[in-house]
């Protein structure tokens, strides 16, 4: 029992390559670095766009509750994983199973996690640099008076110039790897203290830029009243697959940063507040967003294209709309790169795990591979949009790099990770080492939570998981 109860970091430390462990320098650090990770283009890019697409109100509530049964248990459950083990994704498995003598593949939840964030890093990036050309779009004055045509050739013609995405893919990244690159506490929490605050910053001027139109109420209504006739499966299935995806569960990345969190902080308390954050976020974003699509009279369904093209339409004909503009693009950047650090860390904290690496070529190793990795997806999108390189399986054709990568991570890689963390805390990890990390007793809150994380939680991903497949 007093094996399992010491600080695992310390014992984790007991390998060869003779590194300090670093720690998040608080609670607050930590809450700060996950809710940048969680708050990224998910919040501000995709959650407003599928909000659009599945008719509002009654979507977002589902989404609500799957984030409350589904999101917050594996969260709770990635970061019990990460604190245990101590180490990168796959070193804290292999911690964990042979320190309670459990079967080694379950380490390749931790593998696994981690290929995906090396896939989801190498898009996120590419959409990363989109953003930035669009903060000297804005800022250029380009969509003042612009007609619908010609924004969307603006975007169109930006997807189809590989230079000009490379060169802000390559920009994107290298803001990524300079602040990874520093470390824990002088690099990723020095960033976090200012970009987080700013972002926050940000929106907030966006929901009150939104406020001075005449459609507020109608922003408001159009995400908070439910009609459940505009409610489908495949709707249900989103908000589901989207609820990991902006918490970042299924990746290793809370994991990761659970590794770096300080034994006396409370995993529950901080999951949950990280949880909430990331969905107040995404609900002031689209309080920020509809209200502009509204009064100038364009369509909350437009997909993808909603921030790129149908926003700055909207920004195109307001007063103000440069500023506002450039600001609302400088929001989307800002979120996304507290979230590229959170996704480059697990590859970084493993490389570093390695007998003679150090931090700053850990970095460069991860960052400049993912980086090549990018330019698949960035050529994807122009010169090889007709390469399928699966098209001999009838599932994936017409798919690109891009498609499959995104399609492999949100499909397959996401919801498995997501179900075998669910499965490994809820019935194989120690059941001391649960409670412990659980550092909540064992009464009604743990009860619940492996109530949750055993049956509820396995169920509903497993669900999500053959109906994407068939
Ligand atoms: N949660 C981030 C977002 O909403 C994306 C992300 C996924 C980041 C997985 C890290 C890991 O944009």
Redesign the pocket.
């Known amino acids: 029992m007093t094996e399992l109860v010491q600080n695992p970091a310390l014992d984790a430390t007991a390998d060869n390559t003779g590194k300090d462990h670093p720690m998040w320098s608080s609670r607050m650090a930590f809450i700060l670095a996950a809710s940048g990770?969680?708050?990224?283009?998910?919040?501000i890019w995709k959650f407003p766009y599928i909000t659009g697409e599945n008719g509002g109100g009654a979507f977002v509530l589902v989404y609500l509750l799957c984030i409350a049964l589904i999101g917050i248990p594996i969260m709770i459950a990635e970061v019990m994983i990460g604190r245990r083990g101590g180490r990168s994704p796959i070193n804290s498995m292999r911690n964990l199973t042979r320190r309670d003598g459990l079967s080694n593949r379950w380490i390749w939840i931790g593998g696994m996690g981690m290929l995906a964030?090396i896939l989801?890093l190498s898009f996120y990036s590419v959409i990363g640099g989109w953003a930035l050309a669009y903060i000297g779009n804005s800022a250029n004055g380009l969509f003042v008076g612009a007609s619908t045509a010609a924004i969307g050739t603006m975007f169109s013609s930006l997807l189809a110039d590989p230079y000009t995405l490379l060169l802000w893919h390559s920009v994107f990244m290298l803001l990524v790897i300079l602040i990874v690159a520093r470390g824990l506490s002088s690099g990723m929490e020095r960033a976090i203290n200012i970009l987080m605050p700013l972002l926050f910053v940000l929106l907030l001027v966006m929901v009150g830029y939104a406020m001075s139109t005449n459609s507020f109420a109608e922003g408001f209504a159009f995400l908070f009243q439910p009609d459940f006739s505009k409610l489908t499966t495949a709707g249900v299935l989103t908000a589901l697959g989207h609820a990991f995806?902006?918490?970042?569960l299924g990746?290793g990345?809370m994991m990761a940063y659970g590794s770096y969190l300080p034994k006396q902080v409370s995993i529950v308390k901080t999951a949950v507040t990280v949880s909430v954050v990331d969905t107040l976020v995404a609900l002031l974003a689209g309080l920020a967003i509809f209200p502009l699509v509204f009064a100038n009279g364009l369509e909350a369904g437009a997909g993808p294209g909603l921030i790129f093209q149908t926003l700055p339409i909207a920004f195109g004909q307001m007063s103000g709309g440069i500023l506002f503009g450039s600001l609302f693009f400088i929001l989307l950047v800002v979120a996304a790169i507290t979230?590229a650090i959170?996704?480059l860390e697990p590859l970084v904290e493993w490389f570093e795990e390695q007998q003679g690496i150090s931090r700053l070529s850990a970095t460069l190793m991860g960052g400049i591979s993912i980086w090549a990795l990018g330019i698949l997806t960035i050529l994807s999108l122009n010169v090889w949009a007709d390469v399928h390189p699966l098209g001999m399986f009838e599932r994936f054709a017409g798919k690109t790099f891009f498609d499959l990568f995104d399609y492999a991570t949100a499909n397959l890689i996401m919801p498995l990770v997501g179900l075998a963390t669910a499965l490994f805390v809820g019935w194989f990890m120690a059941k001391p080492a649960a409670e412990n990390e659980f550092d909540m007793g064992n009464g009604l809150a743990y009860q619940s939570f492996m109530f949750v994380i055993r049956f509820i939680t396995p169920a509903a991903v497993l669900v999500v998981f053959i109906y994407n497949l068939s």
């Open positions: 990770s969680a708050v990224g283009l998910g919040n964030s989801i995806f902006t918490l970042s990746m990345v979230s959170s996704l």
